[in-house]
């Protein structure tokens, strides 16, 4: 007996057959679940230089083994080749329906292959259906949801959907697993759109069961009473993340004005006061998850009055709030769940939004573009109408569909100076200058420009390493911390944890808990030498794609424009530090000046004869 | 005497409360094996708790032509005697509150309140599960 159910689930959309995979002993034991299935499995399954909406591209959807069980707060993640970056992508989802994949009887689904019309799929305790979704086309992922359960006469069943964005293939369209709960990042709804799959639907009475019950109850027992003691949790149970919106304002890290600056006059708009003034009424959770980070209430006054909101978490708030200038959370609320009907990714379509309001100011994009209309910061119309145009790719919204990297092409002239972003993916809600491990993290993000790999801040504004108080402004560390960090998360990512919940539970907790699950030794270090091996694997993925050092670097704006104000004012983390950067990140990594994993650290990793474990049926 | 009692307004939808019932219920962990439900509504505005009140007067045990279920007198919890069940089904047709499934057995499974300590509370972090005393009906006074 073990946690995990010991198959994989995978479905060619093109043929229209399903069929089952093993689990191969090597693939859990060093690999173990979600990230590292997802790592593995890509570099496994796709030749290098797939079109990322070609049918070729995978599509996966993976738990981890403690998803489903009492283990609090597990997720699961969505992992292919992004369409925004073209790197491996893993995107993160909480919600229920990676515990449903388990009650299914999966470790794991892969989708392959293209629909011939427009699809989706239902899967019921073990039986697949490719079903037509003629019908529910167009239809926004609330809609989407409601109609599927009416359809299926259950309203307990679990769906992942995309929007009309996804539909439209929009570089950055989400997969949305009911209510506020999003593969988010990466632009894995336009890989869902590309083959015709409108919604993957589970329900399953399958039970997950651990090796070592007792012990299992025990470990869970811990991790319960550690949440319970930690002040940080306590934060998120009580504020949420927008919380962070003050921390942020303060520390000169919140994106203003497409990066312009570091805090905003009206942040005090957005912050978790004004928002449970204005619509908070209860806690929500994820599946199994005490921490209940998620406030969802109704919109009080206003002309959005009744509508229902979830909390709007810390990266919407900020790059849809602060970075266009918005500064009534109710705006910002209308705003992004806009977004998330439509099925964009919110932090990407802020990072665009105010790349075009720029492009505007400067004469790039014009009044033919939008109607007419004048874009500008501050202004909810603005906002409002390139949510729209770019999820139905009309005007202007068709070239920003691409994301501000390829949009920042198009357009020519000076865009690049301000397209804010990494790889392609456009920037997360912290801006970096004054804090150079982030901006190292978020230059060597797997996935692009993300602060979910490595978040330093939280070392470099106040914290210690290795017992000195980290110097916030200098490099000193810096590589050390963000490799320390990427290990760590790249190695409970596996599980799949979730990032706020790993601020109160220990990795010794994880680990027993891990071990109690699947009956195999595991304990803090080997996670985190799991990690280390994930990362390397990811890193192995991104090469054969043609990434180089060239790559992992930071936008200009962050480069070249120092903060204008505060009192940080004319910090920047320029290429000189940048590259200093990066050449003790790759020392501390093991690898070579170009980025490149040495044969050395492969072979210490149990990479450099790792045999191909999955493949095609 | 002792019930369970669950309150939407608190309720964050977790379902630890049911993950870790069914671990007890059918020896592995999936909510829909669980003895309580929980029902989401409105986008998760509203996480509605259901959970056998160990009723007053239990449909279940009033429909069961085999007296495989009767009630504790001394904790008034309503219970279900495998060894008579003969997997009828007449008392889950007669719940209108879907308390009662089939276990893996064939018989009729509900909420025996865990022998007096139930796991769906010490797991609830919200309280939004509670244990609440019976009062005897005469003890019960207007105003």
């Known amino acids: 007996m073990s946690a995990y159910m010991g198959k994989l689930l995978y479905i060619d959309l093109s043929s229209g057959k399903s069929s089952e995979i093993s689990l191969e002993k090597e693939l859990t034991k060093n690999f173990v679940g979600g990230k590292g299935f997802g790592a593995k499995i890509l570099y496994d399954l796709l030749p290098a230089g797939t079109d990322p909406l070609s049918p070729q591209n995978v599509l996966m959807f993976m738990p981890g083994p403690l998803t489903g069980t009492l283990a609090p707060a597990m997720r699961g993640c969505v992992v292919t080749k992004s369409p925004l970056t073209g790197t491996f992508a893993d995107s993160y989802f909480g919600g229920h329906f990676a515990q449903e994949i388990r009650f299914c009887g999966y470790d794991g689904i892969i989708i392959t292959g293209a629909a011939a019309e427009p699809s989706y799929i239902w899967v019921d305790d073990g039986k697949v259906e490719i079903r037509s979704a003629e019908e529910i086309w167009g239809l926004d992922t609330f809609d989407t949801v409601e109609v599927i359960r009416e359809e299926l006469g259950d309203e307990t069943v679990k769906t992942a959907c995309i929007g009309p964005a996804g539909e439209k293939l929009v570089s950055f369209a989400l997969i949305n697993c009911e209510f506020n709960r999003h593969a988010g990042r990466t632009g894995t709804g336009a890989v869902m759109g590309s083959k015709n799959l409108k919604a993957l639907v589970l329900r399953g009475r399958k039970t997950v069961q651990p090796t070592d019950p007792q012990a299992f109850s025990k470990a869970v027992d811990q991790a319960y009473s550690e949440l319970s003691a930690d002040e940080t949790i306590a934060g998120f149970t009580g504020d949420g993340t927008p919380a962070s919106i003050d921390f942020a304002n303060d520390e000169q890290l919140l994106p203003t004005h497409n990066y312009a600056n570091g805090s905003f006059e009206g942040a005090a708009g957005l912050n978790a006061e004004a928002q449970r003034e204005h619509f908070w009424f209860r806690n929500v959770a994820c599946a199994g998850c005490p921490i209940a980070c998620s406030k969802v209430g109704k919109i009080k006054t206003g002309r959005h009055k009744g509508m229902i909101s979830d909390v709007v978490e810390y990266e919407t708030a900020s790059m849809i709030g602060s970075n266009l200038g918005i500064s009534n959370i109710r705006e910002v609320a209308y705003l992004v769940k806009k977004c998330d009907a439509l099925g964009l990714d919110g932090m990407s379509a802020g990072g665009v939004a105010g790349f075009a309001i720029e492009a505007f100011q400067n004469g790039l994009i014009t009044p033919d573009g939008t109607g007419g209309l004048e874009l500008k910061f501050g202004d909810t119309a603005a906002a409002d109408f390139l949510i729209e145009a770019i999820a139905s790719r009309r005007g202007i919204g068709d070239i920003l569909a691409r994301g501000v990297k390829e949009a920042a092409k198009t357009l020519g002239g000076n865009a690049a100076d301000y397209a804010v972003h990494v790889k392609g993916l456009e920037s997360p809600a912290w801006g970096p200058r004054s804090v150079p491990g982030m901006a190292l993290a978020l230059a060597t993000a797997d996935r692009g420009g993300c602060h979910q790999r490595a978040f330093p801040i939280l070392y470099e504004c106040g914290g210690e390493w290795n017992g000195e108080p980290v110097d916030r402004l200098g490099l000193k560390d810096k590589g050390e911390i963000v490799a320390y960090l990427q290990n760590y998360l790249a190695g409970v990512d596996t599980l799949v944890k979730c990032d706020f919940a790993a601020y109160g539970i220990k990795d010794e907790t994880y680990a027993a808990t891990l071990e109690a699950a699947v009956g195999e030794p595991w304990d803090a270090a080997k996670i985190r030498k799991l990690g280390e091996r994930v990362w390397n694997q990811v890193r192995l993925f991104n090469l054969r794609e043609g990434f180089t050092r060239a790559d992992d670097t930071l936008p200009k704006r962050f480069t070249s424009e120092p903060l204008p104000e505060g009192p940080f004012a004319g910090a920047l983390v320029s290429l000189e530090d940048l590259s200093r950067l990066l050449d003790d990140y790759y020392a501390e990594r093991g690898w070579d000046n170009d980025g490149r994993p040495t044969e050395e650290k492969l072979k210490e990793l149990s990479l450099s004869d790792m045999p191909t474990l999955v493949r095609h049926p | ?143």
């Open chain 2, 1 to 143: 005497m002792y019930y369970l009692r669950g309150e939407f307004d608190l309720c964050t939808g977790c379902g630890a409360c049911m993950l870790a019932c069914s671990n007890r219920a059918a020896g592995g962990y999936n909510p829909r094996l669980a003895r309580l439900k929980i029902f989401s509504e409105n986008e998760n505005l509203v996480n509605r708790p259901v959970v056998c009140t160990q009723c007053e007067n239990p449909f279940c045990l009033n429909a069961c032509p085999f007296e495989a279920i009767s009630r504790n007198e001394e904790t008034g919890v309503v219970l279900i005697d495998k060894q008579t069940c003969t997997g009828c089904g007449n008392c889950i047709a007669a719940c209108p509150d879907e308390m009662i499934q089939f276990d893996s057995g064939k018989k009729a499974d509900k909420c025996d309140m865990c022998e007096g300590d139930p796991l769906c509370v010490k797991y609830c972090v919200p309280r939004a599960l509670q244990l609440v005393v019976k009062q005897p009906k005469q003890e019960v006074k207007a105003g």
